[in-house]
């Protein structure tokens, strides 16, 4: 008998993110076709993992950090009425039974009726028997362990091969990693400042096309199935922004579910937050609610966040009846039935009863309460004590003085150099989105440690405050932010307050150590109006670096008009793959790399670095490198080239310097 190896050595071998303990997310997946994310998604990812596993050091169990990204909700009481339901089932000695697929029709029941006084209606009905006033049934509503888990088999069931699922920026990351996932891809509709963070109608109408319109043309001349957007994911209060669509936004939802039903493209209405909206006048309104709408909207509703049972993993579903079968089906094959107790939950927490309401009313006026109080604390806390309101201030002094004792008035003079994004006050939930911008180019130095950071990124800030306080949080990145340019970070103001204050102090005392001395320039992605200086760098960067080593005839018939025309036409195909330095409006250099080039034994490659001759010998050509070299890294890659003429001796020096040697050579012929 031959044997090659043990089964583990060869799993182990076949699977490499399961060779090494992780301390902090696990894994986070890859599509189900096995292909890479989209870039988009692969950012979000890559973002997602840097936060919970990479900028963590081996010190952790010894040393923990502080987790501000977390998604916890306030330590509070759980939901009463459903943990009652709970007790009483278990009491009941019905454990022995394995329950339904689809779950209880008496559960699925409360459910209904719940959603029916919420005001959920279908006015295009089918015919069934059981189907009500308000055109439903019990057939309408099943439930799982999460949300994240009905999503899931939500994007499975109505999606196809190369199928786009359409969701905002910002967003909650997993989820958007969720959609590629589970098979489809994952696009973004950015949410504007001048649009209050909400969903611009027009736009989303121009996205969906936009979208449709490239599908098409790319697969035009195949046969078969052309994918297509096939549903938005509206999160209704919005994660991470908690901005909040309830009837005084009844226009703007109406718009929004027209544009999407007349599309053919189903509107996944996620309103896990909606009971902790701040305003209980204005509470997240579920488009399934609207007359004509109902059929083309997919409903989550949850226990976790709202009502304090994250713990339990615990949401339900409300579809046309069709979806909610091909989801009975999903559960069915992947784990035949969700927990019964889950349903008794749900049905403890949503039913139609007085006595539900009665203790609703009362539960979440204590509980939006506290959300409204740690708002006003993590507004003191970044803009000062003046930022709160006149009410809530003595109790935020008293709460930092215990905390951190003669460290109160550094701490309620506000955050340095940081502040919210305009037009985004949270209405909901419990995320602060900060502003870290203004670090953006300064830097930090730790003789003794032998630490040196320069905030350029996202990521860079990120080691910044870990090296210094042992403090995270998510970056703009991971929940794409719509404004690349700025440093964002997603704070959870609903943990301890003793921890966040501390965790602030932390951050401020950094925020002193940092050196203001800042470059004058910054480094981006190159956006379509660089073009033509970029042309002009490349142009006279040959001239300057090439003279009397290719033939004066080829570099004077180089033209600035025929290369800016080249780029401008290229810009599309590789906006991605380039960055520029920048002042202000002036491009001072540029990159441009391949993370798929090839060459044998290389995984990525930096095909070109040009600076303007005015502008060498400042270092602008190393941090462009590095900036290069970061986003490969990010990609994964492992080993870049770079091809230099062998007569370049300043280039050839200049890559030696930061670490390259001369591995492979080559015939090239430019010009006579």
């Known amino acids: ?160 091969e190369g199928d786009v699922v359409l969701t905002t920026g910002p967003n909650y990351g997993l989820f958007t990693i969720r959609i590629e996932r589970a098979g489809a891809e994952a696009e973004i509709l950015p949410l504007d400042k001048e649009d209050n963070f909400l969903v611009n109608p027009e736009k989303l109408a121009n996205t969906i096309d936009q979208i449709n319109s490239s599908l098409q043309q790319a697969y035009h001349r195949r046969k078969g199935y052309v994918p297509r957007v096939v549903a938005f994911l509206n999160t209704n209060p919005n994660n991470p922004t908690g901005k909040v669509m309830g009837k005084k936004e009844y226009d703007l939802l109406y718009q929004i579910s027209d544009v999407c039903n007349k599309r053919g493209v189903f509107v996944i209405d996620d309103l896990v937050y909606r009971d902790i909206t701040y305003d209980k006048d204005n509470v997240a309104l579920p488009i399934g609610t609207i007359p004509g709408m109902f059929r083309n909207t997919i409903s989550l509703f949850g226990l976790s966040k709202s009502y304090s049972m994250a713990n339990l993993r615990a949401g339900f579903v409300v579809a046309d009846e069709i979806i909610i079968r091909a989801i009975i089906n999903k559960t069915f094959q992947e784990m035949d039935s969700s927990p019964a107790l889950i349903g008794v939950a749900l049905g403890g927490a949503f039913n139609a009863t007085e006595e539900r309401y009665k203790v609703y009313d009362k539960y979440f006026k204590e509980l939006r309460g506290e959300y409204v109080y740690r708002l006003n604390l993590i507004k003191a806390l970044v803009n000062g004590i003046d930022a709160a309101e006149p009410m809530y201030r003595s109790k935020i002094v008293d709460v930092v003085r215990k905390a951190v004792g003669d460290d109160t008035a550094k701490v309620l003079s506000g955050l340095p150099m940081v502040d919210f994004p305009k037009n985004l006050e949270p209405e909901s939930g419990f995320f602060a989105i900060l502003d870290f911008t203004k670090l953006k180019g300064m830097k930090y130095h730790d003789k003794k440690k032998n630490i040196n950071i320069v905030i350029r990124d996202e990521a860079e800030l990120l080691n910044f405050f870990y090296a210094t306080s042992r403090t995270r949080f998510l970056v703009g990145e991971s929940i794409s932010w719509p404004y690349e340019e700025e440093l964002i970070g997603r704070v959870n103001y609903a943990i301890e307050e003793e921890k966040l ?37 490349k142009v006279d960067g040959w001239k300057n670096a090439y003279d009397r080593i290719i033939s004066s005839s080829y570099l004077n018939a180089l033209n600035y008009k025929e290369q800016t025309e080249r780029y401008q036409a290229s810009f599309e195909e590789y906006k991605d793959y380039v960055f520029v330095a920048v002042r202000g409006d002036e491009v001072l250099g540029y990159s441009c790399f391949n993370p798929t080039p090839n060459v044998d034994n290389f995984d990525s490659e930096l095909v070109s670095l040009y600076i303007k001759p005015t502008e060498i010998g400042r270092g602008i050509g190393t941090e462009l490198f590095i900036a290069t070299r970061k986003q490969m890294i990010k990609f994964g890659k492992k080993n870049m080239i770079v091809w230099c003429l062998s007569d370049n001796e300043n280039a050839i020096r200049f890559y030696e310097k930061l670490g390259g040697k001369i591995v492979k050579t080559k015939d090239a012929k430019i010009g006579d």
Do not use: W
């Open 1 to 160: 008998m031959l044997v090659k190896a043990s089964a583990i050595d060869r799993f182990a071998r076949e699977n490499e993110e399961v060779r090494e303990r992780r301390f902090g997310l696990p894994y986070i997946g890859k599509r189900s076709d096995g292909e890479d994310f989209n870039p988009t998604v692969d950012k979000i990812a890559r973002a997602i993992d840097y936060y919970g596993y990479e900028v963590r050091d081996e010190n952790i169990v010894e040393n923990p950090d502080t987790d501000l990204g977390s998604g916890n909700p306030v330590c509070f009481k759980p939901f009463p009425l459903a943990v009652e339901a709970m007790i009483k089932s278990l009491q009941e000695e019905l454990m022995y039974r394995y329950p339904y697929t689809e779950g209880a029709d008496d559960i699925r029941k409360k459910l209904l009726d719940y959603l029916e006084k919420e005001g959920f209606v279908n006015t295009s009905p089918y015919s069934y028997d059981d189907i009500d006033e308000k055109g439903l049934s019990v057939h309408n509503i099943t439930f799982s362990v999460s949300t994240s888990v009905l999503f899931n088999q939500i994007i499975s069931a109505i999606a196809k």
């Open 501 to 537: 204050i501390k965790a602030i102090l932390n951050m401020h005392n950094a925020i002193l150590l940092l050196d203001p001395n800042k470059d004058d320039y910054v480094i981006r992605k190159n956006r379509y109006e660089d073009q033509e200086q970029m042309a002009h760098i």
